[in-house]
């Protein structure tokens, strides 16, 4: 295979929301956004396509981040005390965002002497010369920032003779320039003081006496008055005259939601409006007692007052807003609210405040993912279909008026449509657009409404008891919270030529749908498949299976179920696949797998593939931690295979009593080969359709494949009937060839190759001339991938072609898999395919096909992240995505020619070069000394 | 079992009395003990001077122990030559008559594979009192583990090969990870590495007595194992573990091969620790290395990887129309072949035949009920 295929690997984007954020700024110059998170990375969004990451080299939390205004520059204070400038850089045309400097500030956290030192707050004026930082003890310094050199100007303690009763002023909480004159500052204390200081004439222009804690401060824009949020939950409006140098009460004082005690508002913004009142938004304040549990924030106006309440923490937030100084008001025209799960932007223009949908920053997580799936080339009628199903759902779906727009994207348009589907655990299914970088949500299907579940009858009492103040309003989709966890997606089969999409769940069921344009009120068929074929001494101690809704059922436009399969036992299903020119699905489960004919409505085949001395199998999910416990005793090895997270528990205690104690024994693993009775071992885990060889070398005909946990292949001839005599003949199925791999390593794919050893193409690709006829005239082999092996046998007899001993050689276990095509970077019309997998170890291999000869390796993700690795799915075009958190996809690309990454430009005028200079200042240099009273 | 009977060489002489017994018959002769040639040329030697061209024989010999072993290979051949002092007393039977129980004296009974199961079963002689244990012919025996190699790895070290052949005794070790000192240009280093730490009592690692607690795994089937987490290289002896070949450094460092620091082919080997089920041929020759190492190789592919295929029969009906409760297919169906010839040792016998009744039973389903292997099945709906 030819090196020109493959590209060093190389992770490309993130998709997805921030896992942690925990810092917002925005440019208002360069419309440009930043998030700053817990794990020390900084992500910079603009116009939709426009986005940049950097990484600090710590993983510190980012607590605090500032543009500097309109130079493309950020800084960001960690939580370790040091703060980083970051540039916007340009380089092979395109922006990059590179660390430039790193400061180290005294005082580092847990030292107790000098969390006096601590920065709590920082300013930066707007002229970018000057940093002031608030401290823990109370002091602000002053940094001046010429060529990008901290230099210290200076170190402010104050306490006003009339405000000392003893105690001290508390750390500052809040640092503001005035908004017209720009030497003075806004200093306010968590005791409630608040200074206005000259930087010029270095003296106190005024005094603010506040008795209450004070949490945050903002200038209304005039500069005449402020405005102070206080822990109380109230928030007062200050008048700044310069005849009065010291204000003892302010202009007003408001608790929103009193009288009863309030928790704090910890962030207030003013903004004036050309149409009257102003605008105040803030967060928290929410009554204690009854409310003090949600995450709020409130928008006020005139009468106008919705309380926004969210289902995640508000981190932090601001208004698009005029920053001209020429015009006399604000006029806000979005709010943009950072949330610990989800980022809302509420546009503040149009009437009742609604929210508009956010081109990036999916919440992927809305539910938590159990599934994924991936379709590369979506032909353009199932795309149009489908975004026309998510225009149905959410009419608000063009980015046109997205509020932040900086930067350009110079990324192509992508030709390739591409799907991205995630099972939920709410049995939602969502469709994304996967072709760029910003992973857009396109539409949504959910798969509880044709159950009866708990929920139904929940949710209509809530809404009656809601109170009608204060008037909340639920804003945004992250819900974590699942009603009935037998609803969650395990895997997803689609047929991207017909709209057919198969989804199966925890608890055994298995829905047909089919993309309607039409709206529809239909019953759903309900058929019942036993697995265990009246097998006895097995009784299931799972859950139950989900009740079908009786009656017809209203489907809005989109994929609308036709027919639900329900597996007896109930037990998660753990493969699915779907031919819809044959009209066929099969599914399997930890007890078996069956064939079903959703034209005909009628099952096919039902095969159980329990062992006899296999308990486990029937015990369910709900006595996972029982069955554990009975592994634990029968071997180590058992455990890590079928419950990693335990075996990790047992090493580190293990780990941690070898410390204590040396003469316990140390963790050990038993080596004994894998024999018919492990427990799980009938677990189907893969399963296929391939219209091959199976009885003769002359005739082909459709196949079904199923591979099972314990090594067994179980190979079925089709009989299908031809399209027109669908409905009155049956298909039927016979067993062909039953294969026991004697490694008895789980079967975790099965791929036909044909004559000239390509994968068989999907269904339809041949008859709408989409693909190449495959080759029927040499002769067939079947690829079967077992965790530790691949192996290529010839077809019809099975017997043995080449191999591959993974684990035998690396020590390492297939965990994913995959055929992909890999197109050369000289001409398109050179192709190859090859396997990729992933292995328990989060390294990737290429395999040549069919010689099964290893062509690369990269390191991909840490082998400690399980469910990273579990996550992972691969395109057909050398691609592949997993979960780097709960909430965010990696995307990262094997093939040299097929790389989506982010393509942007961000253009900045810069007054001074910083990456040049090469003196460097390490800590404070005092140059005028502190000063107190 | 690791005696050692070093012989002096100045005792040797240079020809060897041979004292040969057929039936009633005796014949004598001489062979040069520097000069045996091979096995088979012997046999036909014997053959020769008994007359009895077309007789399969059975050759045993009365070892130093007064104990009967058998010839039947250069190896054994060569060192009943080496051990004669200087008469070698034979004993030739036919094969077909021949008194197994005679042999070795201490054995242990193991599943017989089906030729050698025939050969005890076929015994003409049921007059003779029946012995407590039988042992097969050594030809027909499976090694159970060998040392190999020996000519290429150091002497502290030593790799053992362990031949599960899916039989039912358990392989019977666990791994555990450790540290062990290694000399270093820098000095004495720690490292961390994976040593044995306990064995199964009755399994097949322990039967061998080649593998101890507390020896250091080095290698894996030729993988270093250094740099690897103790779940690796789990996984790598158990994804081997139908031909598993282990290097260890042993904890017990006293019954290391020793060669004479000669060099070349003439090093020396004292101890051959070739195991058959605890029957070990004790005493020494002198022979090249190599010859100790392998006395059974076995065909890697088709030994320990062939899976099993079974073919389903054509005819069988497996699964009725839909809806319609099993009806009792009409074909009779053949039985099922299994591509690859597998050996049917218990083990995988059951198995295997437990699956084929699975597939005869099939098709009369409906009429004689449910039969917990079936593949045939009914959808309620």
Redesign the interface.
Known sequence: MCDFLFSSFTQTVEHGFPNQPSALAYDPKLQLMAIGTKSGAIKIYGAPGVEMTGLHKDTAAVTQIHFLYGQGRILSLLDDNTIHLWEIVQRENRSHLVEVHSFNLPGRPGIESTSATRVTVMLLKLSCDLLALGTEGGGVHFLELVLFFFKTLGHLQYIPEEYKCGKSLGPVESLQQHPQDSDKILIGYSRGLVVLWDLNSRHVDNLFLGKQQLESLVWERSGNSFVSSHSDGGYMVWAVSSSNPCTHDPISSTIPYGPFPCKAVNKILWRTTESGSPLVLFSGGMPRASYGDRHCLTILQDSSHVTLDFTSRVIDFFTIHCTDKDKEFDDPSALVVLLEEELVVIDLQMAGWPTVPAPYLAPLHSSAITCSCHISNVPPKLWERVISAGQQQCPLQNYENWPLCGGKNLAADPKPKELLLTGHEDGTVRFWDASGVSLKPLYKLSTANIFQTDGDHNDSLTQAGEEEWPPFRKVGCFDPYSDDPRLAIQKISVCKYSGKLVVAGTAGQVIVLVLSDEKSDHMIDVATVDLLQDREGFTWKGHDRLPPKSGSVVFAPGFQPVVLVQCMPPAAVTAVTLHAEWNLIAFGTSHGFGLFDYHRRSPVLARCTLHPNDSLAMEGPLSRVKSLKKSLRQSFRRIRKSRVSGKKRVQEANAQLAEHDAEVTPVQRRIEPRSADDSLSGVVRCLCFADTFLRDGTHHGPTMWAGTNSGSVYAYALDVPSQEKFSEQSVEALLGKEIQLMHRAPVVSIAVLDGRGNPLPEPYEVSRDLAKAPDMQGSHSVLIVSEEQFKVFMLPKVSAKTKFKLTAHEGCRVRKVALSNFTSVSSEEYSENALVCLTNLGDIHVFSVPALRPQVRYDCIRKEDISGIASCVFTKTGQGFYLISPSEYERFSLSARVITEPLCRVDVERPHDLSNSGKKYHGFHEIFSSFQH | MNKNHRVPSNRTLSAVEVKSKFGAEFRRFSLDRSKPGRFDEFYGLLQHVHRIPNVDLLVGYADVHGDLLPINNDDNYHKAISMAAPLLRLFLQRKEEADYSAFGTDTVTRKKTPAALAAVLLRPDANKKKPPIIISLPKDFRPVSSIIDVDILPETHRRVRLY?HGQEK?????????SSVRVTPQGLEKVPGIFI??MVPGGLADSTGLLAVNDEVLEV?G?E?SG?S?????????????N?IITVKPANQRNNVVRSSGGGSSGRSTDSNTSFYGYSTPGSMVMTPSHIIQNYEPDEESE?????????D?G????P???ARATASTSMPALPRY?PHLDLRPSNGT?ASS?SVG?LNACDRGLEG?N?E??G?????
């Open positions: 599960k358990p392989l019977g070790f666990y791994i555990r990870d450790g730490s306990r089937n993988i194992v690897k103790l779940d690796q290289v789990t996984d790598m002896m158990i994804a081997n573990s139908h598993l320990e990887e062939e899976d099993l295929v079974i073919e389903a054509r069988a009906k497996l699964f129309q839909a809806g591509e198995m699956v597939s449910r917990l079936e593949e099945t009914v959808i309620t709906l």
